[in-house]
């Protein structure tokens, strides 16, 4: 897959997409969520991509907002096709139907920060920053960031976080349940999403998207209907054939442990 503002690469059934505009902090033009909805496409169709992980090239953000001066120049019009483009690419996210990593590295602001609630699974460095500076410009996160911040920490610290602009270290980041894991030192955080995507890929992919679509469909709904959304989606993994083959090899697996022991 060839693009122009970032990279993409199969490798062992993970795609690896990198935003790839190191000179302004991988801020996300209008190209860049273009190019990212494409290959979060190329997700969807090929079934050998089995999980996806998403960086930021350069070493000192995953991305640093949208693109100002392009934004700045926009007719209303404009600013509308805008901010559609960006919220079906963070929709999309959430629904392939597989596992997606945000690997998080440096500055994770406004629209990029939006790109990261969007993926299921957040890790990051110990230099890692969030923040939402969009009141300081007139306007609001629009690709989805002011709706879900507060689903994954609360509506009272994420209006908090919205209005004061104030930045968020990765320690309280992870405290807030932002991000699920920081890095160690020595440690690379695309090689650990590297490793986590690894063992999702040794994980029933049924399994995985019915996660997915569950907590996403049931996280506005009452607790009846969210359970009742979950015992569907339980009932059909359980009539797969994968669930048959699964447990019948884990029991062999313990079968065998017992007889060397």
Do not use: W
């Not at 597989?98 to 590295?105: M, S, Y």
């Not at 980041?173 to 955080?189: F, H, Q, R, S, T």
């Amino acid at each position: 897959m060839e693009f122009e503002n970032i990279v993409a690469e199969l490798n062992d059934g993970i795609e690896y997409i990198t935003l790839n505009r190191p000179q302004v902090l991988n801020a996300l033009n209008i190209d860049t969520v273009s190019e990212l909805r494409d290959a979060i496409e190329y997700a969807y169709r090929d079934d050998e991509v089995k999980a996806v992980i998403i960086t930021g090239a350069g070493g000192r953000a995953f991305a640093a907002g949208a693109d100002i001066a392009e934004m700045h120049a926009l007719t209303p019009q404009g600013g509308r096709e805008m901010i559609a483009n960006g919220q079906a690419l963070m929709c999309e996210i959430e629904r392939l139907p597989k596992p997606v990593i945000a690997a998080l590295d440096g500055y994770v602001i406004g629209g990029g920060l939006e790109l990261a609630l969007a993926c299921d699974i957040r890790i990051a460095s110990k230099k890692t920053q969030f923040a939402f500076p969009e009141p300081s410009l007139g306007i609001i996160p629009g690709y989805g960031g002011s709706q879900r911040l507060g689903r994954v920490i609360g509506f009272g610290a994420a209006k908090y976080y919205c209005m004061t602009e104030e930045r968020i270290d990765v320690q309280r980041a992870y405290e807030l349940g932002l991000v699920g894991k920081i890095c160690a030192d020595d440690v690379p955080v695309l090689e650990e999403a590297n490793r986590i995507a690894v063992g999702l890929k040794e994980r029933c992919p049924e399994a995985l998207a019915a996660i997915k679509a569950v907590m996403r469909e049931g996280q506005n709904a009452d607790i009846d209907t969210a359970l009742d959304i979950e015992k569907k989606a339980f009932d059909k993994l359980f009539l797969s054939p994968a669930r048959t083959e699964r447990m019948g090899l884990f029991l062999e697996k313990q079968k065998n442990k017992k007889k060397k022991s």
